[in-house]
C-alpha cells in the first residue's frame, strides 16, 4: 500500500451490493431445466458470469433462443426487487468520510443497471464510478474491470480492496493485483477462504479500519 495516495474500495453488485442473486438463481435454474437438464443447479453453475459468457458457452442453438431469454430476463429484471446487503450503506457512508474512493465493478449491463437506479434512486450519489459489462472488452475472471475502476478513481492497484462474491469475480480482483474480502452472499464462507484475504457474511461488523488492516 501506498500510502501517499488514496484508497479505493471497488464492490461487485449482485451479491455485494445488492441482494439479488437468489432471484436470479430462480430464473436462470428454470432456464437450466429447460435447456440444459444436465447441469444440475444452473443458475448457481453460472454465477459470475455476464450474459455474453452464458450464451457463448450454453445458449448458442436453436437460432432466435437468445432472444427469446434476453427478453424474458429485461421483463424479469423489471420486477425484481433491490435489498441492500445488510450494513453495505453505513459502510459506505463511513468510506465517504474516510475519504475513500468508491466504485461498482459489475457484469450486468446498463439496462440491468437502469433498473437499479430506478429501484434505488440514492445509489449514484454512493459511490464515484460504476463499471458495467458494456465497459470493457473482456469479462470477470479477466482484470480489466477492476483495472478500470481503479483508473475511473484514480488510485493505485496496490491501493484498491475488492469485494467479491463470486469465484470468477474473486479471480478477477486477484488477477488485478488487488487485495479481495470474500462475501459469503452466494457460496458458502469455506469455499471461498484459501482465495481471499478475508470473509465476511454482510457489512454489519464491518467497518473503515477492518479494511484497511486488510491492506496492510
Known amino acids: 500500500m501506498n500510502k501517499e495516495k488514496p484508497i479505493a474500495a471497488l464492490f461487485d453488485f449482485d451479491g455485494v451490493v ?27 453453475h453460472i454465477k459470475g458470469q455476464t450474459l455474453i459468457q452464458i450464451y457463448s458457452q450454453f445458449f448458442l442453438q436453436p437460432e432466435g433462443l437468445q432472444s427469446e431469454i434476453t427478453r424474458e430476463l429485461l421483463d424479469y429484471e423489471t420486477r ?10 453505513d459502510f459506505m457512508k463511513e468510506l465517504r468520510l474516510k475519504g475513500v474512493k468508491i466504485a461498482i465493478v459489475t457484469s ?6 437502469a433498473n437499479a437506479h430506478r429501484a434505488l434512486p440514492e445509489l449514484k450519489s454512493m459511490v464515484d464510478y460504476i463499471v458495467t459489462a458494456d465497459k470493457v472488452s ?50 458458502p464462507a469455506s ?26
Open 18 to 44: 445488492v441482494d439479488t442473486e437468489p432471484q436470479y438463481s430462480l430464473f436462470w435454474d428454470e432456464k437450466g431445466k429447460k435447456y440444459h437438464p444436465e447441469i444440475p443447479e444452473f443458475g448457481h
Open 80 to 89: 425484481m426487487s433491490f435489498e441492500f446487503i445488510p450494513g453495505v450503506v
Open 108 to 113: 450486468s449491463n446498463d439496462q440491468k443497471m
Open 138 to 187: 473482456h469479462s470477470k475472471p479477466h482484470p480489466e474491470c477492476f483495472l478500470l475502476g481503479a483508473e475511473s478513481v484514480q488510485v493505485p492497484v496496490e491501493n484498491c480492496v475488492v469485494f467479491e462474491d463470486s469465484f470468477h469475480g474473486i479471480e478477477s480482483g486477484r488477477r488485478a493485483g488487488m487485495k479481495v474480502i470474500g462475501l459469503a452472499t452466494t457460496n
Open 191 to 216: 469455499s471461498i477462504e484459501d482465495k481471499v484475504s478475508l470473509v465476511i457474511p454482510d457489512f454489519v461488523d464491518f467497518n473503515h479500519e477492518k479494511m484497511m488492516a486488510v491492506l496492510e
